[in-house]
């Protein structure tokens, strides 16, 4: 039996209670494909910031990077464990994303079956696109570099040519891979950026073309941001793949998710050549943690991820139209504000009941 080694982040929150609905369903998805995933869980996030003074240590970053075959992650963050300088201090998304050099986030935003859109009028499917933010350079780059005092402060945003030529990459071959847009069935590579105002994105749009003429395949198109997050609203199902700038793809991709029932519903991944992890794109929402409310599909969604990042596609599949067809049969049912009846417990049964 194949083995997979895989590292736990439980988060904050109501991560672990998102994680411990992961688990039983990778559970079931696991004996239902024939492999083992052995657990370790790392202690990380704002409440190992607390406690430790550090929210990774530098000896589980190494072991994330180079002891396990993928990280499953919780949400992180508290909102009153804070830097001096105001910013919390208890994310690992700078840790991790520059650390494991997990250079593509990769996140998709699909319609869902039995899930409204508030775009309205639009079939299950209907909207289908996977956004591939860089997460490495960007305005992010300058996390805990900002320069300044209390009159002005300057962030600096990098974008160098090997890091857009990777990114740029990635999305091409993910485009190959897919079905195409919605809408037309095209695949098409769409490049986000502001490259009329910042010099930093011209070379994002440069780089892009010079790739695009390595995949004659595909489509390549280009939108300012503005304009893009208008079409994804007006047209979503144009889009097949996005590639975009650190920030950009922080705002975009959750605007994206709220075209599809919330972010709650999304789960993403963060990849490099040599190490990745798995996450929800939301938050740890610590107000309702415990309280049986938090919709744990994001992080399902996440582990399916992971699946098809070990080499299991079709276990991987299977987990997405389980998830597909609970909801369909009314088996996990949503309130307006993306909570869940029954709580991450419920949902992941139901899950992991049809998996197996």
């Given at each position: 039996m194949q083995v997979h080694d895989i590292a736990v982040i439980r988060g904050d929150g109501i991560g672990p209670e998102l994680v411990d609905?992961?688990?039983?369903?990778?559970?079931?998805?696991?004996?239902k494909g024939g492999f083992e995933l052995r657990y370790t869980e790392v202690d990380a996030g704002a409440d190992t910031y607390r406690r430790t003074g550090t929210a990774c240590s530098p000896e589980d970053l190494e072991y994330l990077r180079t002891g396990?075959?993928?990280?499953?992650?919780?949400?992180?963050?508290?909102?009153?464990?804070?830097?001096?300088?105001?910013?919390?201090?208890?994310?690992?998304?700078?840790?991790?994303?520059?650390?494991?050099?997990?250079?593509?986030?990769?996140?998709?935003?699909l319609l869902l079956p039995g899930v409204g859109s508030a775009l309205g009028g639009i079939r299950p499917g209907g909207i289908d696109y996977?956004?591939?933010?860089?997460?490495?350079?960007?305005?992010?780059?300058?996390?805990?570099?900002?320069?300044?005092?209390?009159?002005?402060?300057?962030?600096?945003?990098?974008?160098?040519r090997e890091g857009t030529l990777r990114i740029c990459r990635r999305a091409f071959e993910l485009a190959a891979a897919r079905r195409g847009a919605p809408g037309d069935g095209r695949?098409?590579?769409?490049?986000?950026?502001?490259?009329?105002?910042?010099?930093?994105?011209?070379?994002?749009r440069e780089v892009f073309f010079e790739v695009a003429a390595e995949f004659p395949d595909i489509e390549a198109e280009t939108l300012y941001a503005d304009a893009a997050a208008q079409a994804l609203?007006?047209?979503?199902?144009?889009?097949d793949v996005l590639v975009m700038e650190n920030f950009l793809g922080d705002v975009l991709s959750d605007l994206g998710g709220a075209t599809v029932g919330g972010i709650s519903l999304c789960g993403s991944g963060n990849i490099g050549d040599s190490s990745a992890y798995f996450e929800p794109i939301h938050g740890s929402a610590p107000s309702i943690a415990g309280k049986g409310l938090a919709n744990p599909i994001?992080?399902?969604?996440?582990?399916a991820m992971m699946l098809d990042h070990l080499g299991h596609p079709d276990t991987a599949a299977l987990v997405r139209a389980a998830v597909a067809a609970a909801l369909e049969a009314g088996e996990i049912r949503l309130a307006q504000d993306g909570s869940a009846a029954g709580g991450?417990?419920?949902?992941?049964?139901?899950?992991?009941?049809?998996?197996?």
């Open positions: 609905a992961a688990l039983a369903v990778l559970g079931a998805a696991s004996a396990v075959a993928a990280t499953l992650k919780g949400p992180v963050g508290l909102p009153d464990v804070r830097f001096p300088d105001g910013t919390e201090a208890g994310l690992l998304g700078g840790i991790l994303r520059i650390g494991l050099d997990a250079y593509a986030n990769v996140r998709p935003a996977v956004i591939v933010r860089e997460n490495t350079e960007g305005l992010y780059a300058s996390r805990g570099k900002g320069v300044g005092n209390r009159w002005a402060v300057s962030d600096t945003l990098m974008t160098t695949h098409r590579v769409t490049c986000v950026d502001k490259s009329n105002v910042l010099r930093s994105h011209a070379l994002f609203v007006l047209r979503p199902g144009d889009f994001g992080q399902i969604l996440a582990a991450p417990g419920a949902v992941a049964k139901a899950v992991a009941d049809r998996v197996a």
